[in-house]
């Protein structure tokens, strides 16, 4: 009787024994850590290629719509850029340590003006050029403290400048032509950025860098001094209203590296060109934003970008309280040489503001529109390069002669501005690297409140110019006038590829 009934155990046995050691196994697999991610396996690869033009009622002889950058070249069809990013953000949900990277690299001709100083920038000989925009790590501290709610996040290496709303990678962007307060602010950093999550609602950040749109070392920073880059942003009404406030302030002005003496008037002292009347290593320049982005429907958006610059060299006056016209009046009366006499530097500035709108009218179409009034007090900030590395040169410290200024230091240009466009987004036939296309028509009109004339047109006249050696040029020739109205579109193709 004993062997039937083993053998009926035995055969329940081995009937319930795989059962068994699945649930030992699912046991197992409950109790075992998930297996941790790579870096690589959140990093994602993107990017995009855009181009456009902007033609200029003017017809400017020679082809420049004054004030602009990245659509500078009027009626030319421009290839702006081509941008590759390659990151891996921090996890925002991380309560733990976390690392993360980015870096994105830019070709095309909106480089021009998008560089660091010492990198690459004078690699390609052309209108296309080529720079790293952003190329830095990124680190999650869970220092949980009463002054730090979510811990804080370090990011070293070289990033954008968090100082206002519009950006250099054009996908990010409401329009093609950017505005006054961007194109002559700072474009990006390299340095320490800390920023403490102090509340759920309020972010605080405190870094050094080595100044504006500088690199490292002797060709990066020629004088070598670092500058401070403080600021916060709040978030409030559940996302729907946003405000940043951003100072970044340092020392700004590069050595004036001129051997021959052949840009600056009067040759360059120990390093500073008599124009600055400054030393570089520690005369600041002050830059200051404000912006508001307020979400007042699903459809309807609102934005408030402000800023307020100064530097403490430049526009100079004579020591002896005397204007030009009293220095040569003392010379014609006594013979002295009055440019013998010292002169100090009285500062620049400038301040402006833009308000933008944008309307989500259909799934495929943005309609914006943006205001801007801008001052330049000294007609300092404002300029067009007409050569490929003017811009560069400047920064650098060489001299740039074909640099153009709208006139002299001691006078000042208040620039007005309208911008009505659209996003128009028609999605692609179903693929895994492209899914939409974004098209960016703008018209635009740019006018001076107080009767300057900084705007070329298709006269090329025997009206003068001020540029960087110092004064009026009229063998530059060019006729000018207050305003100028273009029209303009870019065509933006983003593309994934993991």
Known sequence: ??????????????????????????????????????????????????GGATPNFNNPYNGLNYGRLFDDRAGTPMFNQAGIVMQRPLDPKATGYDFGYKFVGLIGADVRYSHYTGELDYAMHDRTQITPLEAFAIMHLPWVSAFSEGGIDLKIGQFVTPLGTELITSPDNIFYSHTYLFNFGPFQHTGVLATDHFTSWLDVFAGITTGENTGLGWSGDNQNSPSLLVGMTATLLDGKLVMNAATHAGPENPKQLDPYLVGWPGGVIGGTPVACGCNPTDTWRFLNNFNVTYKATDKLTLILDSAYYHDNGWNTQSVSGLNPGGLALLNGLTGINTGLIPV???????????????????????????????????????????????????????????????????????????????????????????????????????TTLNGAQPFFTSLNGPAAYYTTIGGYSPWLGGGRKSNQVTIGMDVVVPFTLK
């Open 1 to 50: 009787m004993k062997l039937p009934y083993l053998s009926a155990v035995a055969a329940m046995a081995l009937l319930t024994a795989p059962a068994f050691a699945a649930d030992v196994d699912a046991t197992k697999k409950k109790d075992e850590p998930a297996p941790l991610k790579s870096l690589w396996d959140d990093t994602t690869i993107t990017g995009w290629v855009d």
């Open 344 to 446: 100090r530097s009285a500062g620049v500035s400038a301040y402006g503001a833009t308000g933008y709108i944008t309307y989500q009218w259909t799934d495929v179409i943005k309609l914006s529109g943006r205001v801007e009034i801008f001052r330049d007090n000294n007609n300092f900030f404002v300029a067009g390069y007409p050569g490929y590395f003017d811009e560069v040169n400047n920064v650098h410290g060489f001299a740039a002669p074909s640099t153009i200024f709208a006139g002299p230091q001691n006078a000042g240009t208040t620039y007005f501005s309208l911008t009505a466009g659209a996003q128009i987004t028609p999605e692609l036939p179903k693929n895994d690297w492209i899914k939409n296309i974004i098209l960016r028509p703008e018209v635009r009109y740019d």
